[in-house]
């Protein structure tokens, strides 16, 4: 019995000592990436053009994506998901550590938690592409101003404005160390994210205001994408915007002779045979509707939309409210006079 568990232990013996524990990740590999955020966004975070008004929803994104690709295909070699964030004199970052071989490769980074902003082909960084879905099918519906269109038009793509996305790209080169490195950009600068998105101020001067319970607001012409490593508009994509529109202030003076919003885009599209309208559908307070259209092509090229991103509608848009219907409305239906009717009832 002793002989055999002898033998036991010889035969164990080799195996126990061929075996190497290797951890699963090598320091080498390893690197620190740190990316810092410009959040200094026209109309979202400053520069609004009036702070009485409803300021648009914003918040610090929650999670930035990382990604290493092959500087020739583009093709993703490693990435990771940046959490952790701080702040210190450079302003607000996101820290974490990403695996990677050693080598030289093309870093691109956004925020990974946007609403409306999608990213497709995100796994070859020169094909990723930013972009937002069309509206649902029942807010299409609603729209007064695209009943009786022919189905032999061309469809219209009518998408949700962005959320801001911000975006960093660089060129990295990863070297053989024993060691955590720290990943820097070929001149030593920090890495630092901007928004490839703009955010827009619209105003419009309204007569009729006191029979209008809602407001959307269509403005075509717009780039429904945007290549995020070299960002630049995909102008093969035309888009519609939809946004609805808000009233002026409670106890303002604008409260009933404007409607405004804050949209964000991808961009304007650049050819000027591309006319740009703003369309308006207004609801009256007794269920009857109200389109206007406006070309506001010539609004981009004022000093206002250069300089803060405003498009200020000067002249009135007239809503020719029709007459209530003889019953009061949906709100206040009439009820015409009761007559006696006698009949037999059987039980």
């Known amino acids: 019995m002793k002989k055999c568990n002898f033998l036991l232990l010889l035969l164990v013996l080799p195996l126990v000592f061929s075996c190497q524990f290797r951890p699963l990740e090598e320091m080498s590999n390893t690197h620190y990436v740190r990316v810092y955020l410009d959040e200094r966004l026209l109309n979202l975070t400053e520069g609004f053009y009036n702070e009485e008004f409803l300021r648009p929803n914003y918040r610090t994104p929650q999670v930035m994506h990382v990604v290493l690709a092959d500087p020739q295909s583009g093709d993703v070699v490693a990435d990771r998901y940046l959490r952790n964030q701080g702040s210190d004199q450079f302003g607000h970052y996101f820290d974490g550590y990403i695996i990677c071989e050693p080598g030289e490769w093309d870093m ?43 189905k032999t038009d061309a ?101 009933n002779t404007i409607v405004y919003a804050t949209f964000s885009t991808f961009g304007r599209l650049p050819d000027v045979t591309n006319e740009l309208h703003v369309t308006f559908d207004f609801i009256t307070t007794y269920g009857t509707t109200y389109s206007e259209t406006l070309d506001i092509s010539v609004k981009f090229d004022e000093d206002d939309a250069l300089e803060h991103q405003w498009i200020l509608l000067d002249k009135d848009t007239v809503i020719e409210i029709p007459d209530p219907p003889k019953s009061g409305g949906g709100f206040n239906p009439g009820v015409g006079a009761w007559d006696d009717i006698n009949t037999d009832l059987i039980i």
Do not use: C
């Not at 925020?111 to 990723?128: C, G």
């Not at 649902?136 to 009943?147: Q, T």
């Open 155 to 255: 469809p219209e793509k009518i998408v949700y404005d962005p959320d801001p996305l911000f975006v960093a790209q660089s060129r990295v080169n990863l070297p053989y160390s024993d060691s955590i490195d720290t990943l820097k950009s070929p001149d030593g600068s920090r890495f630092i994210a901007r928004s490839i998105t703009e955010t827009w101020f619209l105003q419009v001067k309204v007569k009729g205001m006191d029979y209008v319970t809602s407001a959307v607001s269509l403005l075509a012409g717009m780039a429904g994408s945007k290549w995020m490593w070299n960002p630049k508009m995909n102008e093969a994509d035309p888009v519609t915007l939809y946004f609805e529109m808000n009233r002026g202030p409670e106890n303002a003076v604008e409260r």
């Open 108 to 150: 691109l980074v956004w925020n990974f938690d946007t609403e409306t902003t999608q990213i497709r082909d995100e796994r070859n960084i020169f094909a990723s592409r930013a972009y937002t879905n069309e509206i649902a099918s029942h807010l299409r519906a609603g729209l007064p101003s695209r009943f009786g269109i022919s």
